[in-house]
């Protein structure tokens, strides 16, 4: 069964403090994989896609790598306006699937 | 400058009662979909249009439909609501159909009591 799963469910970090949160995937057919950021009462905003295995991207402190079966997004010296909930997805064909996502907290 | 805009924000309504929700998006993007997120912060598609036909339909309940006037506007009617119908919804777009990146709404928040 196509399933996505992301992990851990939470997690607080101290401000400075790198970390990585993870998007594991059983789907066949991968034609792409997406990380958005959601803040509370707020549409999903787009961060990364990313098409195909070893693909590495970069925005700011943030960078999201993928490999056949997961992705990883990587936090470096976050800070407290890195505080949100990451959502990761993927698609097969047509079908989309979004994982629960992961809850960063920085605390200054 | 909003991008993708939703209307309303909020929705409060009685079982029973037929709604609807408008999505427009000023991206000049050809697809549109709809998403519902329930209180466990799950997002599911429900639907997608790409130049105003439908190229997505998931399982969802009869009750729902899509129309879409034009490729800007993608509204959502949702017939005899239900208290589980109780969720956000927020509509996206893309520039191509999927894989292409989505840019979401700012949802619509529908409670049925």
């Known amino acids: 069964e196509d399933q996505v799963t992301q992990s851990p469910e939470a997690l607080r970090l101290q401000e400075g403090e790198s970390s990585s949160l993870n998007c594991s995937y059983t789907v066949s057919g991968l034609r792409g994989l997406f990380w958005y950021r959601q803040d509370p009462g707020k549409g999903p905003e787009f961060l990364f896609t990313l098409y195909s295995a070893g693909e590495e991207k970069e925005k700011e402190r943030l960078k999201a790598t993928l490999t056949k079966k997961e992705s990883f997004l990587h936090i470096t010296a976050p800070k407290p306006e890195d505080s949100a909930t990451y959502l990761c997805?993927?698609?097969?064909?047509?079908?989309?699937?979004f994982g629960t996502g992961t809850s960063l907290t920085v605390i200054p | 400058d909003t991008a993708v805009s939703q209307t309303p924000k909020y929705l409060v309504t009685q079982m029973g009662n037929d709604k609807s929700i408008k999505c427009e998006q000023n991206?000049?993007?050809?697809?549109m979909y709809w998403y519902k997120q329930d209180s466990k912060k799950f997002l599911k598609i429900m639907f997608s249009?790409?130049?105003?036909?439908?190229?997505i339909n998931e399982t969802v309940p009869n009750r729902f439909s899509p129309k879409s006037p034009d490729k800007a506007h993608l509204n959502l009617h949702i017939n005899s609501l239900e208290l589980g119908d109780s969720a956000v919804y927020f509509c996206a777009s893309s520039h191509n159909p999927p894989p292409d990146t989505q840019y979401f709404g700012p949802g619509t928040r529908l409670t049925v009591l």
């Open positions: 249009y790409n130049n105003k036909e439908l190229i």
């Open positions: 997805a993927v698609i097969t064909g047509n079908q989309f699937y």
């Open positions: 991206l000049g993007h050809d697809t």
